[in-house]
């Protein structure tokens, strides 16, 4: 099983990136997909959840309507479109695929790509 995050960098407030999470060696659409961030000195924080079947999305308070998460069950790939970043939006973002129906109870994570926000 392997989650390889990438598309992480430094860019300037009010920028935008794209994250994408690379996945291999499970039944990628049984999966809910996860996006969480941590900061130094924070706990890890829920940004973005899609659902296996329904899409159904759930954004944290700080990031509403600013970021998308998104999957391409053709690829095994997960997104996180993130616009108009802001300096409290450095973290390290990790990707997490969680289990449905048969598989419920797998859990897999990435390594966690880092994303700086800063002028």
């Known amino acids: 099983v392997q989650l390889v995050e990438s598309g992480g960098g430094l860019v300037q407030p009010g920028g935008s990136l794209r994250l994408s999470c690379a996945t291999s060696?499970?039944?990628?659409?049984?999966?809910?997909l996860y996006w969480y961030r941590q900061a130094p000195g924070k706990e890890r924080e829920l940004v973005a959840r899609?659902?296996?079947?329904?899409?159904?999305?759930f954004y944290g308070d700080s990031v509403k309507g600013r970021f998308t998460i998104s999957r391409d069950n053709g690829e095994n790939t997960a997104y996180l479109e993130m616009k108009y970043l802001k300096p409290e939006d450095t973290a390290v973002y990790l990707c997490?695929?969680?289990?449905?129906?048969?598989?419920?109870?797998?859990?897999?994570w990435g390594q966690g790509t880092q994303v700086t926000v800063s002028s």
């Open positions: 997490s695929a969680q289990g449905v129906r048969y598989y419920r109870g797998r859990d897999y």
């Open positions: 060696g499970f039944a990628f659409r049984w999966f809910d």
């Open positions: 899609l659902t296996a079947f329904d899409d159904t999305t």
